[in-house]
């Protein structure tokens, strides 16, 4: 373990009685052990000295993806993790879609295995439906009692409603919580972008909002039928953000979340054909994109993923309609939120799903666990390829202005910078 004294650093954390105070923190053993104005430096004591650096409660990932097993090529678990603790997440929680899909016990212990010993935490979320194509239930208790957080299948909408209706009400047994990807395939149809004056200026087939929207609203009924957990994963249109309004106002347990390239990023990138671009939900006009802001600020979306997806070149790199969704972003995440959002807000969205998903919360106060971020919310730069560290390079924010960036973490006792 690492023991550091962090000097003159600004404390980002409301519940903390430091909150917005600067001050230097000593943690021994993974334990913050002191929080002064000033403390002096300690015999095998790193000192980390940093202008203008700020912590806050470490960030969790709602939504990563790494590829192994069976896509190494595309991702590790080890470099994975190396990437999500510099891009400064204490915690990510890894989608199932490897080969083989993560859909039982084992595949979930193979994972949280490979993750010890890490800075970063994984928590593997496990398919709901055997090999993810939606037919049979996994093993769905098996998998919490290994180590899984949640249930879905990723980027695959559950089409048989009686089966979600059967996972809702099964879950509830020991309180597990689904992630239902919302998407009406029959609407959808063969559909690459969104459905609107670029997808027909392009020669683009459409995917209307509607498939997204149809979807979401079967699964709140489903929701308010069973009384089961459900969180909603990548909300992407305005009627989505009007259906999840109206449910929380109903007092249904439901949450939400947003990737950070829909609320960055509109459609009109899809100009020049290319598939760095291409994501689900796709992206869409700027209307949605600023209602989707809208909907962070006034608290509708719960929380923010950078739905980080490597993919190799060989399915990223071909024709527009021919190449996979998805697109890294552990990498962008905090400077390009730091375009949109004050930062505390930034904090609190990327902080959200530790509450959603029933994660221990560290405050940042004396005798408590040290998981940390570290970042500076004021730095303008571009993102460039030289700043992925991913095994792939899809990015979809390559030559994008940022304004702050993330330095690493302080987590399970090992200190990862990114400097």
């Known amino acids: 373990m690492t023991s550091v004294i962090l000097k003159q650093t600004k404390i980002i954390d409301p519940s903390s009685p430091y909150h917005l105070q600067i001050r230097d923190i000593k943690i021994e053993n993974g334990t913050i052990t002191q929080i002064e104005k000033q403390i002096a430096p300690t015999a095998g004591f790193e000192i980390i000295e940093i202008e203008n650096l700020h912590i806050s409660q470490g960030w969790m990932d709602s939504s990563v993806s790494f590829g192994e097993p069976g896509f190494e090529d595309r991702e590790t678990i080890e470099n994975g993790l190396q990437v999500a603790a510099k891009s400064g997440f204490t915690a990510v ?27 970063t935490t994984l928590y593997p979320i496990g398919a709901l439906t055997k090999g993810s194509e939606g037919h049979e239930l996994a093993e769905l208790f098996d998998m919490q009692n290994a180590g899984a957080i949640a249930f879905g299948d990723y980027k695959k909408a559950l089409q048989n409603a009686n089966l979600q209706k059967i996972a809702l009400q099964y879950v509830q047994d020991f309180e597990g919580t689904l992630v239902a990807f919302c998407q009406d395939n029959s609407i959808k149809g063969n559909g690459i972008a969104n459905e609107g004056v670029m997808s027909t200026q392009l020669g683009m087939k459409g ?34 953000i009007q259906l999840i309004k109206e ?48 909907a962070v600020l006034d608290g509708t979306i719960d929380c923010i993923t950078s739905d980080h997806n490597p993919l190799d070149i060989e399915n990223k790199k071909v024709e527009f309609d021919l190449a996979k969704d998805g697109s890294v972003g552990l990498e962008s995440a905090f400077g390009a939120l730091c375009t949109l959002f004050p930062l505390e807000v930034i904090i609190e ?23 940390l971020s570290l970042f500076v919310p004021h730095s303008d730069w571009v993102f460039e390829k030289e700043h992925i560290t991913s095994k792939s390079k899809n990015s979809a924010f390559l030559g994008h202005q940022m304004k702050g960036k993330a330095l690493g973490i302080y987590n399970n006792g090992y200190l990862i910078l990114n400097t």
């Open 93 to 119: 929680m890894l989608q199932p879609h490897s080969n083989p899909v993560i859909d039982n016990q084992s595949q979930i212990r193979f994972v949280v295995d490979k993750a010890k010993g890490q800075a």
């Open 207 to 240: 995917i209307p909002a509607l498939a997204e929207e149809l979807h979401v609203a079967r699964n709140l009924f489903l929701a308010a039928y069973t009384g089961g957990k459900l969180h909603i994963p990548t909300l992407s249109t305005q009627g989505s």
């Open 247 to 294: 449910a929380k106002a109903k007092g249904l347990p439901v949450t939400c979340s947003v990737a950070i390239a829909n609320l960055l990023l509109t459609d009109e990138k899809l100009a020049g054909f290319d598939s760095r671009f291409k994501i689900a939900p796709p992206l869409r006009e700027e209307a949605t994109r600023a209602a989707l802001v809208a």
């Open 349 to 371: 969205k990327l902080t959200a799903s530790k509450l959603i998903f029933n994660t221990k919360i560290n405050s940042i106060n004396i005798n408590n666990i040290a998981e």
